[in-house]
Nanobody, 116 residues
Framework: QVQLVESGGGLVQAGGSLRLSCAAS????????MAWFRQAPGKAREFVAG????????EYADSVKGRWTISRDNAKNTVYLQMNSLRFEDTAVYYC?????????WGQGTQVTVSS
């Protein structure tokens, strides 16, 4: 079965950086899109960034464009989200997701808290 395990969350001051990791297992992900979503308290879950596992094409939400980078390591079956210039409003639980036409698989989430 597919498992997505996130790590790397924590508490950071505004302007700081964090790198989230998503270790994927249970199948071949070559045809999948991997993505990061986030959900802040009282708000709906929102897309943050996505990457095509094979082609490497990426997409970002406007709110993180230019600040964050999504990448993957095929050998480690791991997707990363490098988050720079963090803002208070980036505080949320961050989820890794995977799927072909829709995101069928989700991780358990990792908390990112940015102090102002």
């Amino acid at each position: 079965q597919v498992q997505l395990v996130e790590s790397g969350g924590g508490l950071v001051q505004a302007g700081g950086s964090l790198r989230l990791s998503c270790a994927a297992s249970g199948r071949t992900f070559s045809r999948y899109v991997m993505a990061w979503f986030r959900q802040a308290p009282g708000k709906a879950r929102e897309f943050v960034a996505g990457i095509q596992w094979s082609a490497g094409g990426t997409e970002y939400a406007d709110s993180v464009k230019g600040r964050w980078t999504i990448s993957r390591d095929n050998a480690k079956n791991t997707v990363y989200l490098q988050m720079n210039s963090l803002r208070f409003e980036d505080t949320a639980v961050y989820y890794c997701a995977a799927g072909e036409e829709r995101f069928n698989y989700w991780g358990q989430g990792t908390q990112v808290t940015v102090s102002s």
